[in-house]
């Protein structure tokens, strides 16, 4: 892939137990020896493996760490990723803010599939049939059936494909580096066909109606949608995939372009001189990599002499690697000659060694992986915590338990403040904040924090990285809900350095999963 230009990011963007982090931190290793160019990851865990492993690898923040606001990426940032893939969910104004405050690049979906939940924060595979999306291995119920009576056949939950071919020049002007065509599980002619239209839009071409249909071939759900991006959001998003005979000519002419077509190929300068003294090969890349051989010199022609036209030519003939002669220079002293032997054999070294050199990155030390802290957690029965959804749960009975912690969400507790006051006198109340909260919600959160924060609740629980600022912003303490999506000690501990008071583990674990994690900060499981 180097050879060719082309960087390798490396998705470790599911969740790992403490008994895969062995495993985890081997495929790390090898990739970095391997000389990948960037790691694209969810798990608070992964990512400190990847700093302590490969520091001088850059990290890429997964679409499944559900970052969908400014506040997120500045977070990410701190931790050191140097890229951030946002939420698909999205509107384009959105995007062009986080763009425009963002300490690190940013990447956005611009074709495939959507889903009902946000990346991350879907539970429904793992609920239905223990097959958690988190841990790669979503069985897309949300493209199934559902409904009763005469309801029944309907798909509520399947959204069309998104497509954003018509923006990429917007795109680009917002600030975003990277578009990133969703191709999981798809067919080779699947990436050729929606790889070669976005490339030709990106370069500015216009999108034709031949270049949609293409798409439309290529794998569509009843069209495709931009509903996210231009907010405009409703039912014209839903769609199917809708089964029929496969186009088997569409199919074969998908494949000539990568089975029978090398392109792109990297355009490279070739200067060469010929003199009676020797001959000299000099060829550069376009990063600037140059190779300079030394062959025989030339001969007197006996018949027609060598002209810098013909040797041009000769030297020009690439075929079989991956470069093209975009600049050729020649020289020969004139009367000379040289062999096509000579020549190709100048050229074959000088292109082997810049393969070599464009194959090769630098080398950087790679580190051990660090066996995360232990921490015993509580000698002690566990504590009783209740999380409420409306006010009337909350009950004489309810609070007669005394449960250790009421959840109460944040928007009961800001609408009725002598309702608040009076509950932080007979309970300790932490507000439940929403596990969404886009950039233009904040404010408002902001205000309802400060509100209640005076009426006696001190501390607030998030179940998104991108609410950690603004609740330290409100002077407030942290505990960690679910959506965090804790899976090992790693990310655990990650959670002890925010300083949180507590970390409600995810609910995909299993019994021993749970117990092998170190508790480094008191942790929670639902019931």
């Given at each position: 892939c180097h050879i060719w230009g082309v960087a390798v990011h490396l998705t470790l963007n599911t969740l790992v137990s403490d008994k895969e982090t062995a495993e985890a931190a081997e495929l790390i290793r090898h990739a970095a020896m391997s000389g990948v160019d960037a790691f694209i990851v969810q798990d608070l865990g992964i990512l400190q493996l990847c700093k302590q492993i490969a520091p001088h690898v850059p990290i890429h923040g997964s679409t499944q760490m559900s970052i969908h606001s400014l506040p997120g990426v500045q977070l990410c940032a701190a931790w050191g990723l140097s890229r951030v893939v946002l939420s698909r969910e999205l509107s384009r104004e959105e995007i062009r803010y986080?763009?425009?405050?963002?300490p690190i690049e940013i990447e956005v979906f611009g074709h495939g599939a959507l889903c009902m939940g946000y990346s991350g924060q879907c539970y429904l595979s793992a609920a239905i049939g223990g097959r958690s999306g988190n841990r790669g291995r979503c069985a897309q119920p949300c493209r199934q059936s559902y409904g009763y009576g005469r309801w029944q056949n309907t798909y509520p939950l399947s959204l069309k494909d998104n497509c954003l071919v018509h923006d990429l020049q917007a795109l680009e002007a917002m600030g975003v580096t990277s578009v990133k065509i969703e191709g999981r599980m798809k067919r080779a002619e699947y990436v050729a066909a929606v790889t070669g239209v976005y490339a030709q839009a990106a370069r500015g071409g216009e999108v034709t109606p031949f270049m949609m249909e293409q798409l439309h071939t290529a794998f569509n759900r009843q069209g495709f949608t931009d509903g996210y991006f231009k907010g405009q959001t409703g039912a014209h998003m839903f769609g199917t995939r809708q089964e029929g005979n496969e186009d088997k000519a569409w199919c074969k002419a998908m494949r000539q372009t990568y089975e029978t077509t090398e392109n792109p190929l990297v355009p490279i300068s070739m200067e060469m001189t010929v003199t009676r003294e020797g001959s000299r090969l000099t060829v550069t890349d376009p990063e600037g990599r140059v190779c300079t051989v030394e062959g025989v010199g030339?001969?007197?022609?006996?018949?027609?002499?060598?002209?810098?036209?013909?040797?041009?030519?000769?030297?020009?003939?690439?075929?079989?690697?991956?470069?093209?002669?975009?600049k050729v220079y020649a020289h020969i002293t004139p009367g000379l000659t040289i062999s096509a032997a000579a020549i190709n054999g100048l050229r074959r070294e000088a292109l082997n060694r810049l393969t070599v050199l464009r194959a090769r990155r630098q080398s950087a030390p790679i580190g051990r992986p660090k066996k995360p802290l232990t921490f015993p957690g509580l000698r002690k029965a566990p504590t009783f915590t209740v999380q409420v959804t409306t006010r009337e749960q909350i009950t004489v009975s309810l609070l007669k338990m005394h449960p250790a912690v009421l959840?109460?969400?944040?928007?009961i507790l800001a609408e009725d403040s002598d309702f608040c006051r009076d509950l932080t006198r007979v309970v300790k109340v932490c507000a439940v904040l929403p596990r969404i909260v886009h950039d233009g919600q904040i404010s408002q959160l902001l205000r309802q924090l400060l509100q209640i924060k005076l009426l006696g609740v001190e501390e607030a629980l998030v179940g998104n990285l991108g609410l950690v600022i603004p609740v330290r912003e409100a002077g407030m303490e942290l505990r960690g809900d679910f959506g965090l999506n804790l899976y090992n000690s790693g990310s655990v501990n990650a959670i002890r350095e925010l300083e949180m008071r507590s970390a409600c583990l995810s609910f995909e674990m299993t019994l021993p999963q749970i117990r092998d994690v170190s508790k480094a900060v008191p942790c929670e499981i639902l019931s």
């Open positions: 986080i763009c425009a405050n963002s030339g001969e007197e022609a006996r018949t027609l002499p060598l002209t810098d036209g013909a040797l041009e030519e000769r030297l020009s003939k690439t075929g079989g690697t991956p470069y093209y002669g975009a959840y109460v969400p944040l928007h």
